[in-house]
Nanobody
Framework: QVQLVESGGGLVQPGGSLRLSCAAS????????MGWYRQAPGKQRELVAF???????NYTDTVKGRFTNSRDNTKNMVYLQMNSLRPQDTAVYYC?????????WGQGTQVTVYS
């Protein structure tokens, strides 16, 4: 069974930084598109960033220039470096793995940006 385990969430003030990590197991990691979704209270889940198996990375407009998604295919890890955090970044962040139309999800990690 595929496992995705996130870590690195927490509390941070506006302008601060956090780094999320996701450890994947039981998948051929290099073949998967790896990324992050987030869901804020009362809102729909949204795609934040992803890196394809070919190494291309995409971001939603609201995080461009502030967040960096990276992957280490030797360690089966994906990371989301989040800088210049804003209160509106507060959400549960989920690691995802996609292969064709099959999606796997982690359990989520809470990120709270407070004044």
């Amino acid at each position: 069974q595929v496992q995705l385990v996130e870590s690195g969430g927490g509390l941070v003030q506006p302008g601060g930084s956090l780094r999320l990590s996701c450890a994947a197991s039981r998948i051929t990691f290099k073949n998967y598109r790896m990324g992050w979704y987030r869901q804020a209270p009362g809102k729909q889940r949204e795609l934040v960033a992803f890196s394809t198996s070919g190494g291309n990375t995409n971001y939603t407009d609201t995080v461009k220039g502030r967040f960096t998604n990276s992957r280490d295919n030797t360690k089966n890890m994906v990371y989301l470096q989040m800088n210049s955090l804003r209160p509106q970044d507060t959400a549960v962040y989920y690691c995802t793995a996609r292969f064709f139309v099959t999606d796997y999800w982690g359990q989520g990690t809470q990120v709270t940006v407070y004044s």
